[in-house]
Each structure stands twice: as C-alpha cells, then as structure tokens.
C-alpha cells in the first residue's frame, strides 16, 4: 500500500555535491521517521541520517558538517543533500520511512503501521 521511490544518485568527483530525494506515495496517513541509510560494497547497512515529522535530526558521526537531511511533509518527500563529498560516501543510499496507512481487511478500513524502505539508488564517488 506504501511505496518508496528515490532519485537523484550519480557519479560525482571527491569534494562535490550531489542530493538524493525519496517520495513516499500510497494510501498514507501520515510519517513518522524518515531517514536515510547507506550500504558500501562488503559492509553492512549503516544510518546516515535521520528526520522526524517535527524536524529533529540525527546524523552519523562521519556526515555530520557536511551533509544535510530535510522533509517535505505535505509532499511526503526526504531529501539528503551530500556536500564535501569523500570517496568513502561510495554507497548504495536507502530511504526509509515509518508509515501510518490505510489497509484493508475484507471489507473494513484499517490503520497499519510499518516500516518500508526503498530500493536504494547508488553514490559513487570517483575521480
């Protein structure tokens, strides 16, 4: 019922910038956390940064000054904007999202909440 879609990944060289966005769409009601998580080749998932439906953020240590997480709550929108980027910000970046729905049972209207994550849109930082 809830889909995640990111845009905005690319090749960028050491020291640029570059913003990932993430669209949330579906029968929702509203967000809770938002945030975004990356996972380099051979390495396990790790949390970038996160956003709460008020504004409150969360960054990692290794992000924090140069990167910058923001949301769009009438658009059901998160954008990460990467600046000063470095060689090991290479990564597959995932949005995620702490979702209030609408469901289904049979004939009723429910309200679920899940978690969803997007299919992840790849940074690679090159020269």
């Known amino acids: 019922q809830v889909q995640l879609l990111e845009s905005g990944g690319g090749l960028v060289q050491p020291g640029g910038s570059l913003s990932v966005s993430c669209a949330a769409s579906g029968s929702i009601v509203s967000i809770y956390d938002m945030g975004w998580y990356r996972q380099a080749p051979g390495k396990q998932r790790e949390l970038v940064a996160t956003i709460t439906s008020g504004g409150n953020t969360n960054y990692a240590d290794s992000v924090k000054g140069r990167f910058t997480i923001s949301r769009d709550n009438a658009k059901n929108t998160v954008i990460l904007q990467m600046n000063s980027l470095r060689l090991e910000d290479t990564a597959v970046y995932y949005c995620?999202?702490?979702?209030?729905?609408?469901?289904?049972?049979?004939?009723?209207?429910?309200?679920?909440?899940?978690?969803?994550w997007g299919k992840g849109t790849l940074v690679t930082v090159s020269s």
């Open positions: 995620n999202a702490d979702v209030l729905f609408k469901g289904t049972a049979g004939t009723a209207t429910t309200l679920e909440r899940l978690i969803y």
